[in-house]
């Protein structure tokens, strides 16, 4: 049984949420602020959270860049319905998706299912030995699905679940373009719909932490309004 903290302000929204996801067997933690949901979060990790961004305390933002100091679980933020700017940060912050307030939680049910099992998929060894599972090398990259392991000229680099799944898609075919529609495809099951900002802002992030272990990073070359091309270095 998978457990979601789900961090919010809104008690009804606690309430109605956590009880449809109980409903669907997920085991549910509930905080109303960042801070009680970090100090939870420090002494047991659950596997995924589902994240406001406006709270008392700490903020969804504040809260998402302290655990992606220590870990790449999959995390989903709530965002309000016109709050465009939001979206994008939190998606370069490391955020995994965001569903839109007010939502159908069957909505945000599909959007973790979906989450989880990519997790599951390449962090775990019960999965076939498939192209996508093999040890992948390309130059001074190295990927190890099986492990979710990533180095670059030696040196680990910690990716999250959909930075990991774009990364390896790009560097499967070095030299050949992938579509944004192609990686949304790569990163997302053919329920959850998102738009081209969202690949966008991973590819983006996915760089930074790249060039954390290399400065001179620049692998993944962008072809505007086509998508984008890993070159093998």
Do not use: C
């Not at 498939?130 to 190295?142: D, S, V, W």
């Not at 898609?169 to 192609?182: E, H, I, M, N, T």
Request: overall charge negative.
């Amino acid at each position: 049984m998978s457990r979601i903290a789900l961090v919010d302000d809104d008690r009804n929204i606690l309430t109605s949420v956590s009880m449809t996801l109980e409903a669907e067997g997920f085991e549910v933690e509930t905080y109303n602020d960042g801070q009680s949901a970090l100090d939870a979060f420090n002494r047991r990790l659950p596997d995924m959270a589902v994240l406001d961004i406006k709270m008392p305390r700490m903020d969804g933002m504040d809260l998402l860049q302290r655990l992606r100091q220590k870990t790449t679980m999959p995390v989903i933020f709530l965002t309000s319905k016109d709050d465009e700017i939001d979206e994008v940060l939190g998606l370069r912050m490391g955020a995994d998706d965001y569903v839109k307030k007010p939502f159908s939680q069957r909505l945000l049910v599909e959007r973790i299912r979906a989450l989880l099992r990519r997790q599951d998929a390449i962090s775990t060894g019960e999965v076939a030995v498939t192209e996508e599972t093999k040890i992948m090398e390309r130059g001074n990259l190295r990927m190890d699905p099986l492990r979710h392991a990533v180095t670059w000229k030696g040196q680990d680099v910690s990716l999250t679940v959909t930075e990991f799944l774009l990364l390896q898609a790009l560097a499967q075919r070095p030299g050949f373009v992938k579509s944004r529609d192609q990686l949304m495809d790569v990163a997302y099951d053919d329920q959850v719909y998102v738009d081209d900002r969202t690949i966008d802002s991973h590819i983006k992030r996915l760089r930074k932490k790249m060039r954390t272990a290399d400065a001179e990073f620049s692998a993944i070359e962008t072809l505007y309004g086509i998508g984008y091309r890993y070159n093998e270095e």
